[in-house]
């Protein structure tokens, strides 16, 4: 669509995603300097719409951002009571004592929070403050400037035909101008990733690794139900399958958080992540907790786990990353929003005192260096080499070698230096010559059940008449290779059963992409074998409408 069909609007900065990270930016930005204009441009239906995270909150980095937190009706209500970690086996469990546990995996002093809540009630700061928040406005291009600067976004584009051709209903949408832009969209936002091609912001550092987080809310028997308990497991299902994990916690009202995370770089084309947790349910301690209660919510995202060796290059001219568009989250704790708040804090002040010197569209250097030197590098470094040793070796390597490692780093030392990740998680997809299927036992529509249920209870609805926004660099791929040699994987790895292989008596296969059932969470960007799933957003407004996540 050529921009002379669209207005523009110019700000000082724009801000892509209403998250932590991005919600920080522009809080901190006009506590520094008020007279700042700022724009939060937001794809989901309203702030939180789209924010799906664990979440036990470090209130750290809220603590920096707005220290009176506590006076201000956050809902930040419910303290961490107990902790606990269990090594599962299929029938049983072996609790892990707190001691052996490194001081940095304590939860004392944290809070089970719902992230989508607290990014609304971030946003009602931000507005008291002057920044504009506009939600369902998707930023579906970057605009350059002649000297190839980000100048800002493209925002706003509805009504396309599905070939992607305008129509007479087609509203062109705006472009937001900034003196600079902050990408604050999420993991492997799609802004993010052109940048990060575009500028070579990759270049010499590690592989980023992902992997597939997956959460129900359950509102249990009120006699099983212990607020401000926070359990943590590994072990069963996955075993040697795959690495990841559970997390179980109690929040108010009898409500639970049940999630479950796969990484992505397991090996068996064969595994599927979504039977894996619904398998996990059936475990003697999970299902005591849930029988009689009921699930009321279900969403998946990708999580960033490859930490300080995979942080690209943050800041290129006119354009800085923030959050998990960088990839700041500390595995071992599974926690990554109070460093979001502290990229987005970083990024302001960066910006701030690029703006008083009278620049613009360039490189916010002090911001990268803030990043690396500052809380955030110190909380990452500490961990950097337990995805590698998991990875490497296993769930024992994490256990024994990464839990040393993390001692050790308390005192700055570390016997195994700065591992690599090597291979990326798509490229660690092996052939099924290699391996055997995995039988999974059906759902039984009490404890667990199948995909499409479940994206029901996470309010997910995209406009059937828009392009697919699950684009294929070449639609034969899935057929001619990822079937043979894969099994297409697609068909399992998607936690909301948007890929199938349709097979019908005479005719041959094909791939069909069900995008409305789309989560938003990039996990066939990610790990698709032959990388051939580009992720963009949709128009704005649509996907899932988490409520209390």
Not at 324 to 336: D, E, Q
Request: include cysteine; proline fraction near 6%; aromatic fraction near 8%.
């Amino acid at each position: 669509m050529a921009q002379s069909e669209r207005e523009s609007i110019e700000y000082d900065v724009v801000i892509v995603g209403a998250g932590p990270a991005g919600l920080s930016a522009a809080i901190h930005l006009k506590q520094l300097e008020p007279e700042l204009n700022v724009v939060i441009l937001e794809k989901g239906s309203e702030v939180g719409a789209h924010i799906l995270s664990g979440a036990v909150l470090d209130t750290s980095g809220l603590d920096a951002l707005l220290p009176d937190w506590r006076d201000n009706d956050a809902p930040i209500t419910i303290p961490v009571t107990s902790d606990n970690f269990y090594l599962l086996g299929e029938a049983g469990k072996i609790r892990i004592p707190n001691f052996v546990m490194p001081p940095l995996m304590s939860n004392h002093g944290n809070y089970i929070v719902s992230m989508g809540n607290v990014c609304r009630w971030l946003a009602k700061q931000a507005e008291e403050l002057g920044i504009e928040i506009f939600v369902g406005m998707a930023c579906s291009e970057l605009i350059y400037d002649q000297q190839g600067s980000v100048r800002g976004v493209v925002a706003g584009v509805f009504g396309l035909n599905k070939d992607g051709t305008a129509n007479d209903q087609t509203e062109p949408g705006m472009e937001v101008l900034g003196k600079y832009v902050f990408l604050a969209e999420g993991v492997r936002g799609s802004l993010a990733k052109e940048v990060i091609t575009k500028f070579g912001l990759a270049t010499n550092k590690e592989p980023q690794k992902y992997g597939l987080g997956m959460k129900e809310i359950w509102e249990v028997s009120p006699e099983k139900h212990r607020q401000g308990s926070v359990t943590h497991t590994m072990g069963w299902p996955l075993g040697s399958n795959a690495g990841g994990g559970s997390f179980i916690y109690h929040l108010e009202d009898n409500q639970v958080y049940v999630g479950f995370v796969v990484h992505l770089n397991y090996k068996n084309p064969y595994l599927f992540p979504y039977m894996e947790f619904q398998r996990f349910k059936h475990h003697p301690m999970v299902t005591q907790l849930l029988s009689g209660g009921k699930r009321i919510a279900y969403g998946a995202r990708a999580i960033s786990e490859g930490g300080f060796q995979s942080m690209p290059k943050m800041c290129a001219p006119g354009v800085a990353l923030l959050g998990c568009s960088v990839g700041l989250v500390n595995l071992p704790r599974i926690k990554g929003n109070h460093n979001a708040m502290y990229s987005g804090m970083a990024a302001a002040q960066a910006a701030v005192k690029a703006l008083q010197a009278g620049r613009q569209q360039d490189e916010l250097t002090d911001y990268e260096t803030e990043v690396r030197k500052g809380p955030i590098g110190k909380d990452l470094r500490r961990v950097r080499n337990v995805k590698p040793l998991w990875s490497k070796y296993g769930l024992f390597g994490a256990l024994v070698g990464g839990g040393f490692d993390m001692w050790t780093n308390t005192l700055g030392l570390s016997v195994f230096g700065t591992l690599r990740h090597g291979k990326s998680d798509a490229e660690a997809t092996e052939e099924t010559t290699q391996h055997r299927p995995i039988d999974y036992p059906k759902p039984d529509g009490s404890l667990s059940f199948d995909r499409l249920t479940n994206v029901a209870f996470s309010m997910t609805n995209h406009d059937e008449n828009q392009p697919v926004h699950l684009q294929l660099a070449d639609a034969t791929i899935p057929i001619r290779v990822n079937l043979t040699k894969y099994a297409e994987p697609a068909q399992r790895y998607c936690p909301a059963g948007v890929y199938e292989v349709v097979h019908e008596e005479g005719k041959k296969p094909w791939f069909q992409i069900n995008f409305q059932n789309c989560v938003h969470c990039k996990t066939c960007d990610i790990k698709d074998p032959s990388q051939n799933i580009n992720w963009v957003t949709p128009q704005g407004g649509d996907g899932p409408n988490y409520p209390n996540m």
